[in-house]
């Protein structure tokens, strides 16, 4: 689950409610410390571990049949006041 955040996709597909797909997390990575680590509280820690930098990771777990990456959310989220959505130079 790379750019994890909070764990949605962790969630999502961890329920089971996604036309019969039900998984588990095997590795994950996000580089903001509070993402990680409300992503810890709410699913524990993958059996590869949670990474701060994605280009640190060398390789993927076996095993793996489904990469997610999550979209920057930040731009497009009302939480942050002012959403600048594209044009937001994060993007």
């Known amino acids: 689950d790379l750019f994890c955040g909070v764990g949605g996709f ?3 597909l961890g329920s089971g409610g ?3 797909l039900k998984g588990r997390c095997l590795l ?3 580089s903001d410390v509070q993402a990680r680590d409300i992503y810890l ?3 524990g820690t993958p059996a590869f ?3 701060d930098d994605v280009c640190s990771l060398r390789r993927l777990p076996k095993g ?5 990456g999550g979209f920057p959310c930040q731009s ?3 939480a942050a006041g ?3 959505g594209f044009a937001c130079g994060r993007n």
């Open 10 to 12: 962790a969630c999502g």
């Open 18 to 20: 996604f036309e019969g």
């Open 28 to 30: 994950a990575c996000d």
């Open 41 to 43: 509280l709410n699913h």
């Open 49 to 51: 571990g949670i990474s």
């Open 64 to 68: 793996l049949d489904l990469l997610t």
């Open 76 to 78: 497009f989220s009302n």
């Open 82 to 84: 002012d959403p600048k």
